[in-house]
């Protein structure tokens, strides 16, 4: 069932990402982007193998390693949303910019 | 003492990142002291660049443990020939375009010089690293601080390229994460080394997933090496950079293909078993088209800044070709291209800017430039106001200089002797049509002819091209107004042609390198070893610690 929800989460996002990006508007194109991102992080944190209850880090000694949870790809998933963040923000400064210069909001800069 | 040569590894970069940090710090005011900083540490990166080669040339791959954690789990930085080459390569294109920029062109914005320097620092970030992940965080420094350089100069057209490039970019890096991930899900590491042992075990469907994995990485990198369907975004995006800023950029697009020809004999190599030559099909299909398209875009352009992208496409298409065929021979004469190559489009786009420099503003593309830097220079953060209007007389001789250099330009572009782009196309077609490895009796393939003859097409729409623009800037004009162009413009332009000759000179010593590179990137398996068995560096002695 988690896997289920998880699937049909990324599609859901994904899908609308994709559809949100090929719009001609620079702010569809800003939360298609938004939510490609959340849809790729989720999936590079499946990809440690989904389950509850079990810790990255290890806490004691002894037991297996089967009793934790993959940490790499939560690492991996850290810096990707620090990037992505951070990359997102620029690109707002670029639209804004854009806005100013043409006066409409249209990726081309000029309405078609 | 040993133990310091060692960290001359890090020290590309290093040195770029706390320069950048430290030029972030002093005010826009201070420009003379920023272009001092970020000249010394570009300098000492050439330097460090050239010593690094020679040791790479010394030895096999020499790997650095960061935070000495030991191979597959930390993530190490690996020298070898070919990123040793890459790195210089870097660094020479660098030098030229920031003592150019010197001139003027590093007041037309903000911050020019930090980010420069965090540019440098991804750019040889991404030639460092042994690790996929890592690649992809040095990929992104490398991409933002190329953002910010895109922009330098604003200007409509600028903030109109740029974007599309981010889209186009952040989009490319949705996929690398998802290729990245995918590869970590089905091979539980990261690491280069470690995945050219792993993935020869992998099971028949894993091997699948993998593959999936590396076709969606490879979107990224060949939106990065600008395929040809994949390309469009770098003809809006190049021609409308500031010159310094689009030669320094004629190096970026040669990333996607340095990480190619890294990752694809390492992990699709030989001994991958029925999974080896995956893709490879692909990519010199893409590589030909790439060609063509690009050979048509040169003959159909006026603009030159075009011209110079559609020549970089015509390049990418080219080493796209070369890496899909995979064979020694021919990738030791495509990274001579690939040098030749950079350096001349480097050397093109700033050349580029002095000529229409002359020409009429308003009437041509450059236009949007020469208001950016009319606007700054009334602006109140221009110190010497000595400078009014940049299309005025200048010296008599300044015609002459720039015509000789374009003629060297254009007999790099097209092939023709003496400069090293005859010598690089030579060496790619003797090794297209006499392969090694067959012997006489195989023939050559039908992709080999294919290459031949677009690799002869493309030097002569060049050709046609540059002498139809050539004889419209150079002679055709009646009333010329010779262009104002500084001594320290002229230099980096001259330097990199002079490089190039040099590089057709001493054509026995550097195809001696490159075809070792080429031979060490075709066979892997010592820089796997070299990887995997480095010692890490034995931790000082405490006192009163038995150790575990």
């Known amino acids: 069932m988690m896997e289920f929800l998880l699937a049909i989460s990324i599609g859901i996002l994904a899908g609308s990402g994709v559809w949100l990006v090929l719009r001609p508007r620079t702010y569809q194109v800003i939360i298609g982007l938004s939510l490609c991102s959340y849809a790729v992080n989720l999936f590079i944190f499946s990809m440690g193998r989904l389950r509850s209850g079990a810790a990255p880090i290890l806490s004691s000694r002894t037991g297996s390693l089967a009793d934790y949870a993959d940490p790499v790809p939560q690492a991996l998933v850290l810096t990707a949303i620090v990037i992505g963040f951070a990359t997102t923000a620029l690109f707002l400064v670029v639209v804004l910019a854009s806005r100013g210069l043409t006066g409409t909001d249209h990726v081309d800069g000029q309405e078609r | ?384 106001g000595g400078e009014e209007g940049e299309v005025g007389t200048g010296y008599a001789g300044t015609p002459a200089i720039l015509g000789a250099c374009f003629v060297g330009c254009a007999l790099l572009l097209i092939g023709l002797p003496p400069m090293s782009g005859f010598v690089a196309k030579l060496a790619l077609l003797a090794a297209l049509l006499a392969p090694a490895g067959q012997g006489a009796a195989a023939g050559i393939p039908m992709a080999n002819w294919i290459f031949t003859v677009l690799l002869l097409l493309s030097g002569l729409a060049a050709l046609l091209t540059l002498s139809r623009v050539g004889i419209r800037a150079f002679w055709a004009p009646v009333d010329a107004v010779i262009p104002r162009v500084l001594v320290v413009e002229f230099v980096p332009v001259i330097a990199l042609l002079l490089l190039t000759l040099g590089l057709a000179i001493q054509g026995g010593p550097v195809m001696r390198y490159l075809d070792e590179t080429a031979r060490a990137v075709h066979a892997p398996s010592s820089y796997v070893e070299r990887v995997l068995a480095a010692p890490r560096v034995p931790a000082p002695k405490v006192p009163g610690e038995a150790g575990r």
């Open chain 2, 1 to 384: 003492m040993d133990g310091w040569a060692h960290h001359l590894i890090i020290a590309p970069i290093a040195l770029p990142l706390v320069a950048g940090a430290l030029l972030a710090v002093y005010s826009e005011r201070r420009q003379f002291l920023k272009g001092l900083i970020n000249l010394v540490s570009t300098l000492s990166t050439l330097y460090i660049a050239i010593v690094l080669l020679q040791k790479a040339d010394s030895s096999a791959a020499s790997v650095y443990l960061l935070g000495n954690w030991p191979a597959p789990f930390g993530i190490v930085l690996v020298l070898d020939r070919l990123s040793a080459l890459m790195l210089l390569l870097t660094s020479v294109l660098a030098c030229a375009a920031l003592i150019f920029s010197l001139a003027r062109w590093h007041t037309a914005g903000a911050h020019f010089h930090t980010l420069f320097q965090f540019l440098l620092m991804g750019v040889n970030g991404t030639f460092l690293t042994g690790d996929l992940f890592n690649l992809f965080v040095f990929f992104e420094v490398m991409l933002a601080s190329s953002y910010g350089l895109l922009l330098h100069g604003s200007g409509p057209r600028r903030v109109q390229a740029s974007l599309h490039y981010i889209v186009v970019n952040l989009t490319a890096s949705f996929f690398f994460l998802v290729g990245v991930s995918l590869v970590y899900g089905v091979t539980g590491t990261l690491n280069m080394a470690d995945l050219a042992v792993r993935i020869p075990a992998l099971s028949a469907e894993n091997r699948m997933l993998l593959q999936a994995a590396a076709a969606i990485l490879g979107i990224a990198f060949l939106t990065k090496a600008a395929m040809w369907p994949l390309g469009f975004w770098l003809l809006s995006a190049y021609p409308a950079a500031a010159a310094p800023v689009a030669a320094v950029f004629a190096v970026l697009s040669k990333v996607g293909i340095y990480v190619l020809l890294r990752l694809s004999p390492m992990l699709f190599g030989t001994p991958a078993g029925e999974g080896a030559g995956f893709g490879s099909t692909l990519l010199l299909a893409g590589g030909l088209a790439t060609i063509a398209f690009g050979i048509l875009g040169v003959l159909a352009s006026q603009a030159m800044a075009r011209i110079a992208g559609f020549c970089l496409l015509v390049s990418s298409g080219t080493l796209l070709a070369a890496v899909g065929l995979s064979d020694p021979e021919i990738t030791g004469g495509a990274l001579l291209y690939l040098v030749s190559s950079t350096l001349t489009i480097g050397a093109f786009f700033l050349l580029i800017e002095l000529i229409e420099r002359g020409q009429n503003p308003g009437a041509d593309v450059i236009a949007t430039t020469a208001e950016a830097l009319r606007e700054n220079e009334q602006g109140e953060d221009v110190e010497d």
